[in-house]
Each structure stands twice: as structure tokens, then as C-alpha cells.
């Protein structure tokens, strides 16, 4: 794993972290401020930077982020950790399979390698600009249709 500047941490890491708590809230009818989602983004963005300097395994950097994401919110939204965890997991599962597909197409259609990536951090950026947007307009059809997988904001029918 190669580290990354800090603007590419603040231009990819910090909207990829608000959008995956974004949407993963909004498909479990869960309510996320804006604000809070901003802070748990900052600190995240803050933890990736740190970790992308060591020798942390490309595996273990991702667990630590989205457990430090579920911990993050549930200290800050005050909400349900499994509930939390839920969220957390979809949304990223969701970013996660949008750069899964794009960034080796992005590599095969610019004929550029891994390597270049770590050499020049703006390719990651202009790789990231068509995962931010589906992600953008991803999130705005669930909110815009009101569309959820499950509703977590139920009250317990059985209390």
C-alpha cells in the first residue's frame, strides 16, 4: 500500500466516508446529520493518513477504518452500534463495488498501472471524481424516492 498526500485524503478519503455513512443510513432509514457525518469524515480522513504511512496490510487499514467509522458514530449519533455497523458495512460495500468496477476500467482505458497511482496522487483523484458522483447520485435517488432496504427507525412493535 502506498501512502497518500493530505489532499488526497482530503479529496478522496473525507467524501468517500460521507458518502458511505450517507447512503448506508439513508437505505436503513436511519437519520445522519450532516454535521456529525462531517466530523466522523475528518477524523477518519485524519486516522486513513496516519495509517497509509505505516506498514498496516492493505485488509487490517480497511477493518480499522469501518470499525473506527462505527465507533466514531455511535460515540457521536448516540445510536444503536449494530444499527451503526449495519449502515456503516452497506455504505462502504456500496462505495467499495463502485471502485471495484471503475478503477480497473479507469486503469485499462488510460492504460495507466498501480504504480502510476502511487507515483502521481492526482490520478487518484481524477479516478475517484466518476465514483464521487455515482455515489452523489446514488444517495440523492434513495433520499429524493425515499427508498430504504429495511427500516431501522421502527419502533420495536413488540416492546
Known sequence: MFALPWYSILLISIPQTIFSLLIGFQ???????LRKCLIVAI???????????TLVIPGIHTV??????VISITLINRGNIL????????????????????????????????????IYPWLNIACFIP?????VMIYILIRRHDFYIYDLNQKDIYR
Do not use: H
Not at 480499522?64 to 467509522?69: A, K, N, Q, R, S
Open 83 to 118: 444499527y451503526n455497523f449495519l449502515a456503516v458495512m452497506l455504505g462502504s460495500m456500496i462505495l467499495g463495488v463502485i471502485e471495484g468496477v471503475w478503477c480497473p476500467l479507469f486503469l485499462s482505458l488510460t492504460s495507466l498501472s498501480i504504480r502510476d497511482l502511487a
Open 131 to 135: 465514483v464521487l458522483l455515482l455515489a
Open 43 to 53: 477524523v477518519v480522513g485524519i486516522v486513513t493518513y496516519l495509517l497509509r504511512r
Open 27 to 33: 437505505l436503513f432509514n436511519l437519520r445522519m446529520d
Open 64 to 69: 480499522l477504518i469501518i470499525l473506527l467509522m
